[in-house]
């Protein structure tokens, strides 16, 4: 097996994470981060995994990392993300484990965001051979799938020889997530939920010739969490799309490198056969947030008085030990490194980690 310097992958590395990852029947999941916090913890988690892991941040988490009293603007979310990408360049290899650095949905609003951000790194690997990311996700699948191959296709030339991957988007994952996509209606029809083979080796044949690509393809995956049964998922669609390209090009069984957006509530079996079809990547956001909070509200529920006064009025005990953000931003810390814990274990990614 591959061994790989701890700390940020890029480029041939991150090719070999997703290789490995793919030949071992396991993914990665990429964590949605909106501080220093989150990010910590997210790297806690993997260390103790022994697993590797993708970070990455929506524009609305680039935005609250830049400061959520700038304008919300392209400019903003450029200087978060970069404040997320800089802070992981700086500690992750004192983690032991291998890090990606990738930006989540971005729609064609956006699209000034994500350009930006490459010309961030055009400028980072001019000085010192790196890029900033990994990789970037565009997300165009709501415009008509031509312009959407013809945009990434634009990105992904100036990414390429950096080594950065470019993740797109086929079909749609349902769901709303940062005010992209829109309200998941249980009632409605849902076959624009599901991605359709000829369109997947539209993308290989435009894409896969420029550089390294990964597909968020849509199954019946939904963001968010709702009631069970309301959404049926169908990984088959991804077996089906591997079969597709390959026998129309005549590749390996493989050749496409999915990633399963809107997996939280999923059932074990379904995300063990996504996996197995060729799925290296699961985005988790939802359920990391709910795991930063809950500890939180215990944490408040047991000393409810170190959250309205600095010394005890009747005791005049002084709270400074437990009011300090350390203690319970520490508490949220770990709640997200508990919840990752499962995730690596649902993805059947524990030890799996490439670093020596
Ligand atoms: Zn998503």
């Given at each position: 097996m591959a061994k790989l310097k701890p700390g940020f992958v890029w480029g041939d590395d991150y090719k070999t994470l997703v290789d490995e990852a793919k030949k071992g029947?396991?993914?990665?999941?990429?964590?949605?981060?909106?501080?220093?916090?989150?990010?910590?913890?997210?790297?806690?988690?993997?260390?103790?995994?022994?697993?590797d892991v993708i970070i990455q941040c929506s524009n609305g988490g680039a935005q609250f990392l830049a400061g959520a009293s700038l304008p919300g603007t392209d400019a903003s979310k450029v200087l978060g993300a970069i404040s997320m990408a800089k802070h992981i360049h700086n500690v992750a290899s004192a983690y032991g484990i291998c890090v990606a650095i990738h930006t989540d949905h971005c729609n064609k609003s956006l699209l000034g965001w994500v350009d930006g951000l490459v010309t961030a790194s055009?400028?980072?690997?001019?000085?010192?051979?790196?890029?900033?990311?990994?990789?970037?996700?565009?997300?165009?699948?709501?415009?008509?799938?031509?312009e959407n191959l013809e945009t990434s296709a634009k990105f992904l030339k100036r990414m390429a020889p950096m080594g950065m991957s470019l993740e797109i988007e086929l079909g749609m994952t349902g769901g709303e997530e940062d005010g992209i996509g829109s309200e998941f209606d249980e009632t409605a029809d849902h076959s624009h939920l599901y991605t359709k083979p000829e369109d997947v080796l539209k993308a290989y044949d435009k894409l896969n010739p420029i550089g390294h690509v990964a597909v968020a393809a849509s199954f019946g995956n939904v963001h968010g969490v709702y009631k069970p049964g309301n959404v049926v998922l169908n990984p088959e669609i991804l077996k089906d799309s591997q079969a597709f390209v390959s026998k129309e090009r005549g590749t390996d069984s493989q050749p496409m490198n999915f990633v399963f957006h809107g997996g939280s509530g999923s059932e074990q079996e379904k995300i063990e056969s996504a996996v197995s079809y060729g799925v290296f990547?699961?985005?988790?956001d939802t359920d990391t947030q709910f795991a930063y909070a809950e500890p939180i509200g215990v944490y408040v529920n047991a000393n409810p008085k170190a959250f309205l006064y600095q010394v005890d009025p009747e005791t005049d005990a002084p709270y400074k030990s437990k009011y300090d953000p350390r203690k319970w931003i520490r508490s949220a810390e770990q709640g997200i490194v508990d919840r990752l814990q499962q995730a690596f274990k649902d993805l059947n990614g524990v030890g799996r980690s490439l670093a020596k």
């Open positions: 029947g396991y993914a990665i999941p990429a964590v949605n981060v909106t501080s220093t916090s989150t990010i910590n913890a997210v790297l806690e988690a993997a260390a103790k995994a022994g697993s055009e400028e980072h690997f001019k000085a010192t051979g790196t890029p900033l990311f990994s990789s970037h996700m565009l997300d165009l699948s709501e415009e008509p799938i031509a990547k699961m985005n988790i």
